[in-house]
T-cell receptor, first 112, second 113 residues
Framework: GESVGLHLPTLSVQEGDNSIINCAYS??????FIWYKQESGKGPQFIID?????DKRQGQRVTVLLNKTVKHLSLQIAATQPGDSAVYFC???????????FGRGTSLIVHP | DSGVTQTPKHLITATGQRVTLRCSPR?????VYWYQQSLDQGLQFLIQ???????AKGNILERFSAQQFPDLHSELNLSSLELGDSALYFC????????????FGQGTRLTVV
């Protein structure tokens, strides 16, 4: 497959562990946040989103936490599986602008 | 499969040339977004169309242009290509153009030699 980036932060975990991927965003006016997963050779895939009026949102095996005070977003993946190995991007968007800003991404490597 | 189709998958061309990348959005989606992904810049938003009209512009060079046709497919035209234009170009689509749950295609890998 194709690599999506060099010099990305990398998180290595064992299968079955919980993973936490962090993201610092830059715009205090951003009110909508999205996590994407990008597997090698594929386009980004929507995982979960959260609006600024919430501080936590849960999906299937994933939880997103938002801390607006320190402009920090995290993605928690429970019971990480080898199929979770990918690059994870957070994106922020300011209401009405429709111009999402993507973070540089974190590479998650899950060891069987 | 996201339902967004991009062609071609790979493109190799020479500097100074012009290429056209094509995107067919998911059925029912009115909005199309174009992104550029390079190794050193990450995912950069280029431009968005909604129902045939340009809605938002990001870091798109003047040498690049796009349009969305009445059947909602979109084309990204890249001209006077430079080596630095080599990248993955992604198209995404969403129902309402509000960037909620946009679905990405598999991308076009452009290599300029």
């Amino acid at each position: 497959g194709e690599s999506v980036g060099l010099h990305l932060p990398t998180l290595s975990v064992q299968e079955g562990d919980n993973s936490i991927i962090n993201c610092a965003y830059s715009n205090s006016a951003s009110d909508y946040f999205i996590w994407y997963k990008q597997e090698s050779g594929k386009g980004p895939q929507f995982i979960i989103d959260i609006r600024s009026n919430m501080d936590k949102r849960q999906g299937q095996r994933v939880t997103v936490l938002l801390n607006k005070t320190v402009k920090h977003l995290s993605l928690q993946i429970a019971a990480t599986q080898p199929g979770d190995s990918a690059v994870y991007f957070c994106a922020e968007n300011e209401g009405g602008s429709y111009i999402p800003t993507f973070g540089r991404g974190t590479s998650l490597i899950v060891h069987p | 499969d996201s339902g967004v189709t991009q062609t071609p998958k790979h493109l190799i061309t020479a500097t100074g040339q012009r290429v056209t990348l094509r995107c067919s959005p998911r059925s029912g989606d009115l909005s199309v977004y174009w992104y550029q992904q390079s190794l050193d810049q990450g995912l950069q938003f280029l431009i968005q169309y909604y129902n045939g009209e340009e809605r938002a512009k990001g870091n798109i060079l003047e040498r690049f242009s796009a349009q969305q046709f009445p059947d909602l497919h979109s084309e990204l035209n890249l001209s006077s290509l430079e080596l630095g234009d080599s990248a993955l170009y992604f198209c995404a689509s969403s129902v309402d153009g509000l960037n909620t749950e946009a679905f990405f295609g598999q991308g076009t890998r452009l290599t300029v030699v």
